[in-house]
């Protein structure tokens, strides 16, 4: 009767081990499909400054109407794709007006940390109240609004990595200069000066690439 029982017994471990392995393996399963099926959220604007929001569900890779113009990344990061290019939208970022305004047609989640997410832009500024340093992480078309107190107060680069582009006018207008990834600093400025851009900048502008001798900044 011993033997009977430690075999019966030694049977029921093997049982509870299996049990216990194929719980594991299903756990792991969901997991990697819940993840796969994307968590991000993303929050779509038909105007600028974040009015008027649209109810769109926005899964992994969604098909949407045109018309918007701003967005929130609440959550993830994402590709902003219209038929000019892309844009990249990072966790965290909220772009109060899109590079390509009201023409992108799909939304699509990046499950990776895109390089442009770690670019950042520092100015000098001097509104003729307040004098600092600022620094800019993703695409402002509209520095006029709100406060606007970085609005025609930028005077100088104090250090910046990656891809921008500045704008005279909101909303990507005017004339537009190019800061590349090893420019430096001294020809940057130089030129800010000698092309009237100091104290004169409404719009900074996110690249994924250079985008000097573009006429298409979203083709990179």
């Known amino acids: 009767y011993t033997i009977k029982f430690e075999e019966n ?3 029921i471990v093997m049982v509870q081990q299996l049990f216990r392995t194929m719980l ?3 756990f792991l399963l969901v997991t990697v499909v819940w993840e796969a099926r994307g968590e991000g959220i993303l929050e779509l604007y038909d105007d600028d400054n974040y009015d008027d929001q649209r109810d769109d569900d926005i899964m992994e890779t969604t ?3 045109g018309g918007v113009t701003s967005v929130k990344a609440i959550s993830g990061n ?3 794709i219209s038929d000019d290019g892309v844009q990249i939208v990072c966790e965290g970022n909220n772009v109060n007006y899109l590079d390509d305004n009201d023409n992108v047609e799909t939304v699509e989640e990046l499950h990776e940390d895109h390089p442009v ?3 950042i832009f520092r100015v000098n500024y001097d509104n003729g109240e307040a004098s600092g340093v600022v620094y800019f992480t993703r695409s402002n078309g509209i520095l006029n609004s709100g406060s606007g107190k970085y609005n025609d107060a930028i005077q100088s680069v104090a250090s910046f990595t990656g891809y921008w582009r500045v704008y005279k006018n909101p909303k990507w207008g005017g004339d537009s200069y190019d800061i590349c990834e090893g420019d430096s600093l001294d020809d940057i400025n130089d030129a800010l000066v000698a092309e009237d851009f100091v ?5 900074v502008q996110r690249l994924t690439c250079c985008g000097r001798d573009k006429e298409n900044v979203l083709e990179c």
């Open 9 to 11: 017994l030694i049977q």
């Open 24 to 26: 594991l393996a299903v």
């Open 63 to 65: 098909n949407i109407r």
């Open 78 to 80: 994402w590709k902003l």
């Open 117 to 119: 997410c770690s670019y």
């Open 199 to 203: 104290g004169e900048i409404t719009g």
